[in-house]
């Protein structure tokens, strides 16, 4: 069977990832185009990976004959419109998260879907992650019997922020942009929905996301359709790394999902032990990155639901707009939003 062709909307941090996957490690697909309005980055990820097919206008990729499915990794503002045209010329999506900014946009979305047939799958990777794919057999299997509390924290190391990623109109804030993986993996573990939300968060490092009203520090608080509670923080500004960690509660156990550590040798030195550690997150989910294509492809192939669907993206999505209202009007806020 011919494979699958494959084309990449937006190549900065994490398209070009996709890319790189897409290029030599996805059975039955192939990196056929690349899309950029940043023409130079294209050029340069095309050409490490011999990719022919450059076009600075997403719409030219999607209509490559040799295009059967796009990955899209443009800010989360124009993603979209992206799916729209993608999903006009019957081309499968795989989408970053967020799918999306508003739940108008998601119907939207949703309703192109359904009339393509297209197949439609959100990056939402932890779902892929083999570490959480265990913990989530174990909450199933009854292992830990009934959940009480689930936590993650999500802490990323200093950096500089800027452009659409610290305006909340074009990213959809912190709690769309950084925690949404965290709701998301939430409702995949526990299998049940928020029902309540509230959250509050400060802008103490980064003056470009004070000025924008967004949050470099974030929590916020859950409570679960089968009782449980859950929290989820972010912390923008973590002296000693990238570092990112999930924790199950249960009447019988509990679960914790670490960092993933590279090596499990330790180094016992000068009183101090060490052990090398996933230095960004890029590293941490290589293998989650992967699979999620894998099961994209497969999902296209047999015709089967994709791991995070386009409902799936819908609710996180929702989620994360209940804890930005939230964290705005200092009040707890209930799911389905009105
Ligand atoms: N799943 C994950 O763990 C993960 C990690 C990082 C980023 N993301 C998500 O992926 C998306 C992209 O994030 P990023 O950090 O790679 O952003 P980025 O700014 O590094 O890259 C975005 C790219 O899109 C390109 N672009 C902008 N407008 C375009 C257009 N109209 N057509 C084609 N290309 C266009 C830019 O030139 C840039 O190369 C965001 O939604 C982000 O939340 C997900």
């Not at 990323?156 to 912190?174: L, N, Q």
């Not at 973590?238 to 509660?249: C, H, K, L, M, N």
Request: hydrophobic content about 40%.
């Amino acid at each position: 069977m011919k494979n699958l062709g494959v084309g990449v909307v937006g190549v900065g941090a994490i398209g070009k990832l996709h890319c790189q996957n897409y290029a030599s490690s996805v059975p039955g697909a192939s990196l056929v185009g690349i899309a950029d309005v940043n023409a130079p980055a294209a050029k340069e990820i095309a050409s490490s990976l011999g990719v022919t097919a450059v076009y600075p206008d997403y719409r030219q990729l999607i209509a490559d004959p040799n295009v059967d499915a796009i990955v899209v990794a443009t800010p989360p503002f124009l993603k979209k419109d992206i799916l729209l045209a993608a999903a006009e010329k019957q081309k499968h999506v795989f989408c970053e998260k967020p799918m999306t900014l508003s739940l108008k946009d998601a119907d939207e979305m949703i309703s192109a879907v359904q009339r393509s047939g297209i197949r439609f799958q959100v990056g939402y990777q932890k779902r892929s992650d083999v570490s959480f794919i265990h913990a989530r057999k174990a909450i199933e299997s009854g292992e830990v019997g009934k959940l009480m509390l689930v936590r993650a924290h999500n802490r990323d190391p200093p950096t500089t922020v800027g452009g659409w990623s610290a305006d909340p109109a074009k990213s959809g804030s912190v709690f769309l942009d950084t925690c949404s993986h965290d709701f998301d993996a939430i409702r995949w573990l526990t299998g049940s929905e928020v029902t309540r939300v509230s959250a509050d968060g400060s802008a103490l490092m980064y003056d470009e996301l004070r000025k924008n009203g967004d949050y470099d520090t974030v929590v916020v608080n859950m409570r679960l359709s089968n009782g449980a509670m859950a929290q989820v923080d972010a912390c923008g500004w973590t002296p000693y790394g990238f570092d990112s960690r999930s924790e199950i509660v249960g009447t019988e156990g509990g679960i914790i999902v670490g960092m993933g550590e590279k090596t499990l040798s330790h180094v016992y030195q000068n009183g101090r032990i060490s052990n090398e550690k996933h230095a960004y997150w890029g590293s941490r989910w290589a293998q989650a990155y992967r699979d999620e294509m894998v099961s994209f492809v497969k999902s296209i192939v047999t015709g089967g639901t994709p791991r995070a669907t386009i409902q799936d993206g819908k609710a996180a999505l929702e989620i994360g707009l209940a804890a930005w209202q939230s964290a705005k009007s200092e009040k707890l806020v209930s799911l389905p939003l009105k």
